[in-house]
């Protein structure tokens, strides 16, 4: 039975071959980010309201001037078309049908345009990485554009490949050796080296990243990739005004930790940032979400819109960051386990069970509405003079004790 984050993750192990379940389970060096993550979250406590007297609950919020029926956006994930066979049509079909966003990948296996056909009416964004070929990058833009696709997220947190040594001992290298731990690990995985690698071997190859232009398109795993489309390792804030001068929709910074980050990319004009530690995946000593957002929302919460990410597992963890000031937050690994689950329903699936936990959590909490989170996190002084700077305060004081 999938009844929570937990058994649909475990799922996950059982079905992907261990290379692919690490690459989307795992952290950086020694994996402290994540186990701090989850300490963080896990030492915020709720203090609930008791015979309040909702019927029922609001769980939609506001996000660029759309209403989302809950709070959640299927973050940018690389290689998501790895873990089905055209999986990110199906990620985008089952965040259409849930009218949620759902943020493509420069990384994706399939392309933006095949992703917008297979899902016409579904609220798109785009994610980019900035190439070192700005022209390449410009016209990946305008196909972006194309597709009608309004909201940019540009990533500032990966400068440079994190260091992650499980996929040299996996095997997930560039190019892809063969070996037999490979071998062994396809063979122990025969539902997904049928239905996902042989699918896309019986249409013409080893998969590829669709993004990128046909010329120059790595097939993923075989050859290393142009030096013009690795990610630019010297992005500053520069290309961000740069940026925002060429892409005239939305445009947010994916990656900002800090205050003095956030009020930058306010300056530059824009629209949100995504307080995000990409997943506790890149920089393993680095400040968990949960510390970083209530600062961040103190100062430039009333200005930007204020996204927040990174190991979320259960609906009370989204209503904690809410709680701490993001407006909606954005899943990267939930969507993929259950996608490997079962496909576009199985996604779907997934991101409704934390819908649920989040309606439960609130009904739990005494509480009407998302927009009515104020003081429900645990404190320390009691006060309840200004709302927004409580639940920061609060939510420090308790971090202060982790
Ligand atoms: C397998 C995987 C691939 C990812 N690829 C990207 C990417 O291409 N671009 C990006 O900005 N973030 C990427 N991320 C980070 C996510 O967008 C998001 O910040 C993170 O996954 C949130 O944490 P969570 O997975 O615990 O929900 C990736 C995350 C995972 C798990």
């Known amino acids: 039975m999938l009844l929570n984050f937990h058994d649909y993750r475990a799922q996950a192990r059982k079905r992907l071959p261990r290379f692919l379940f690490d690459y989307i389970d795992r952290g950086a060096e020694d994996e402290t980010a994540p186990r701090q993550h989850r300490a963080d979250l896990d030492a915020l406590r709720f203090r609930p309201d008791m015979l309040t ?3 029922t609950r609001d769980l939609s919020v506001v996000v660029f001037n759309k209403q989302l029926p809950f709070p959640l956006i299927v973050a940018p ?11 990110e049509i199906a990620l985008a079909r089952g965040a259409e049908t849930l009218s949620l966003p759902y943020c493509v990948s420069t990384q ?11 899902a016409p009416e579904a609220d798109l964004w785009f994610q ?6 700005r022209e390449q990058m410009r016209s990946l833009l305008q196909r972006v554009a194309g597709c009608g696709i309004d909201t940019l997220v540009v990533t500032a947190d990966t400068p440079v490949l994190p260091n992650r040594e499980y996929n040299l001992r996996n095997g997930l290298t560039t190019p892809l050796q063969p070996s037999f731990r490979v071998a062994l690990d396809l063979a122990l995985h025969p539902r997904w080296s049928l239905q996902v690698l042989t699918t896309y071997l019986r249409q013409g190859g080893l998969p590829q990243l669709g993004n990128y232009p046909p010329a120059f398109r790595t097939r993923v795993g075989r050859a290393a990739m142009a030096a013009d489309f690795t990610i630019d390792h010297c992005l500053s804030w520069r290309d961000i005004a740069e940026l925002r001068r060429a892409w005239s929709g939305r445009l947010l910074v994916k990656g900002i930790l800090t205050v003095n980050n956030a009020e930058q990319a306010f300056r530059e004009g824009a629209d949100g940032i995504v307080v995000s530690t990409h997943g506790a995946r890149n920089l393993d000593s680095v400040v968990s979400t949960a510390r970083a957002l209530p600062p961040i929302a103190d100062a430039v919460g009333d200005k930007l ?7 979320i597992q259960r609906g009370s963890d989204v209503i904690k960051y809410l ?4 407006r909606a937050v954005m899943l990267g690994r939930a969507p993929l386990w259950g996608l490997t689950a079962g496909g576009q329903k199985g996604a779907e699936a997934m991101l ?17 509405a998302l927009s009515d989170l104020e003081g429900c996190i645990d404190k320390e002084d009691g006060g309840d003079a200004n709302p927004r700077s409580n639940c920061s305060l609060a939510a420090r004081s308790a971090l202060e004790q982790v």
């Open 53 to 55: 007297g909702h019927a």
């Open 323 to 326: 709680a701490l000031g993001a």
């Open 352 to 368: 409704t069970l934390l819908g649920r936990e989040i309606d439960l959590t609130l009904a739990l909490l005494g509480r009407e």
């Open 77 to 87: 994930t690389a290689l998501a078309g790895l873990v089905l066979h055209n999986g």
């Open 108 to 118: 994706a296996i399939t392309s933006i345009e095949a992703i917008r056909a297979g």
């Open 128 to 133: 980019l990485y900035v190439w070192k070929n």
């Open 305 to 311: 819109t204020l996204l927040a990410d990174s190991c």
